[in-house]
């Protein structure tokens, strides 16, 4: 059985209120090798995703980590990122282009190594 077939299984076990654990248990022996390829192929599709939809993706998968987002944090940072636009359009700071920015880091890993 293929995997996605597997989890189509799965998800049709789940709505018929079937023992799912049976049909995991049957697998257990292939979790860390299937594992192990769905994530490189998953890794691979998503780094042939648009440069934005990589982002957004990435965000995405961030905030599942951190649970729930905190509303006075979330406010907080709407505040900032506000602000911040605010003095780039009135001109009070400049921004620097992310290819200097990089050059710099790289500059300053090598002098550290």
């Known amino acids: ?8 299984a799965i998800i049709a076990a789940l709505g018929g209120g079937l023992d799912v654990g049976a049909a995991l248990s049957a697998r257990a ?6 594992m192990a390829r769905d994530l490189t192929e998953l890794f691979r599709e ?3 995703l648009p440069e934005a939809e990589r ?4 965000g995405r998968l961030l ?3 951190h649970g729930e987002p905190d509303d006075d944090v979330e406010a907080a940072w709407a ?5 911040r636009v605010r003095e780039i359009d009135s001109g009070k700071v400049k ?11 790289y500059a300053r890993l090598r002098e550290k190594s």
């Open 46 to 48: 998503a780094s042939e």
């Open 79 to 83: 505040e900032e990122i506000e602000r």
């Open 55 to 58: 982002a957004e993706l990435a």
């Open 29 to 34: 022996s292939r979790y860390n090798f299937v």
């Open 95 to 105: 921004t620097i282009p992310w290819s200097e920015v990089r050059a710099k880091l």
């Open 1 to 8: 059985m293929g995997v996605m077939r597997f989890r189509l």
């Open 63 to 65: 905030q599942t980590l």
